[in-house]
């Protein structure tokens, strides 16, 4: 089992800052991707940002030059730094992460997401 708990999200005026972070936990051997997604209703869930064990990332062209994705690999946490906040970012965020977890003596891969928190930014 890897489980995601994010934290960090909320109410914020249009051009203000929000932190968002996400802690990994369970029996993982290795996080390899861990990035952020968000969705809004009646919308697909769309990347925000993704960053690989190693520390490149990748961003949607319309979070480029706001948003900053960093993860702490002793903590298995990732964080997402939101500066210059716009209404249209308001979405619930997702936290996925590409994990590899030990059960009884066997490895395997999970595919995990966190439970969504909220952003809105009012203008």
């Known amino acids: 089992q890897v489980q995601l708990v994010e934290s960090g999200g909320g109410l914020v005026q249009a051009g203000g800052s929000l932190r968002l972070s996400c802690a990994a936990s369970g029996n993982i051997v290795r996080i390899n991707r861990m990035g952020w997604y968000r969705q809004t209703p009646g919308k697909q869930r769309e990347l925000v940002a993704v960053?690989?064990?190693?520390?490149?990332?990748n961003y949607a062209d319309s979070v480029k030059g706001r948003f900053t994705i960093s993860r702490d690999n002793v903590k298995n946490t990732v964080y997402l730094q939101m500066n210059s906040l716009r209404p249209e970012d308001t979405a619930v965020y997702y936290c996925?992460?590409?994990?590899?977890?030990?059960?009884?003596?066997?490895?395997?891969?999970?595919?995990?997401w966190g439970q969504g928190t909220q952003v809105t930014v009012s203008s």
């Open positions: 960053i690989a064990s190693g520390g490149s990332t």
């Open positions: 996925n992460a590409d994990a590899i977890a030990i059960a009884s003596g066997s490895y395997f891969s999970r595919d995990a």
